[in-house]
């Protein structure tokens, strides 16, 4: 099982509460933002922690500061300020060949990013899911073949489902992951989606590989919480069986 906290890099909030997401056994992965304020201090401890090798990438291209100019001067991408913009709705199906080519330097460049602080990407992701929008996922397949990132995140494909359209879509993008040799686990979902999944198959982290998104935070009263749900971390420590950094070999990888 693969359990993985989004968003590292955030700020220095949620870096300390991925960190003792970490020390908890809460999670087994990461992925750092490369645009966002916490994201030097996020390399910085991954290296005195030794996590180094349990981070990838989460690429950004919906928050926070571009890192190139291309993309800057993208009004599909970016404000005037140079701030993203893009949202997933409507759907992104076709880019502009000066679009694909800003958004192939800009992701060059997020990786650049992460190597040059020590990181040596051992997966990729992306803030708010926007690697599954289609002409994006284009850009980002070749991209990760070419810089020799191994695993790409599979679209949500467990938890209850919301409509025809979005599983046939989410199956299509997860097929495209798998013919390039990308895709990571079988299933990819929330910690209530997981719960759903093995409630309606029965399946265990044993016979199938899944990974499951988490976002360590804390609240207003200090505990660890998964920002999404607000739920304690601690709620979920049954259901996701994923041992410490000190024990890699129950990560399920």
Known sequence: ????????????????????????????????????????????????RGLAGRVGIHFVLSDGPALTDGIRRCPRFCGEDGVFV????????????????????ELKAQVAACRRHGIPISHADSHEH???????????????????IPHVRIA???????????????TLVNLR???????????????????????RKGLTPETQAVEVMVHPTYDAAGALVDRLSQRPLADY??????????SPSRSGK
Request: hydrophobic residues 40%.
């Open 1 to 48: 099982m693969i359990v993985n906290a989004d968003d590292f890099g955030l700020d220095g909030n949620v870096n300390r509460a991925i960190l003792e997401s970490f020390e908890r056994g809460y999670c087994t992965h990461t992925t750092v933002m490369p645009n966002m304020p916490g994201f030097d201090e996020a390399c910085g401890l991954a290296r005195e």
């Open 156 to 170: 949500r494909n467990c938890g209850p489902r919301r409509s025809l359209s979005t599983w046939a879509y989410r």
């Open 237 to 246: 420590a049954g259901l996701l069986v994923c041992g410490t950094p000190e």
């Open 177 to 199: 992951l798998r013919r390039a040799g990308l895709a990571w686990t079988n299933y990819f979902g929330s910690p209530e989606d997981y719960r759903h999944l093995l409630e």
């Open 130 to 148: 926007m690697h599954e929008e289609w002409a994006i996922a284009s850009v980002v397949i070749r991209l990760c073949v070419e810089e020799g």
């Open 86 to 105: 893009l949202k997933k709705r409507p759907h992104v199906w076709r880019l502009s060949g000066a679009e694909a080519a800003a958004l192939r330097q």
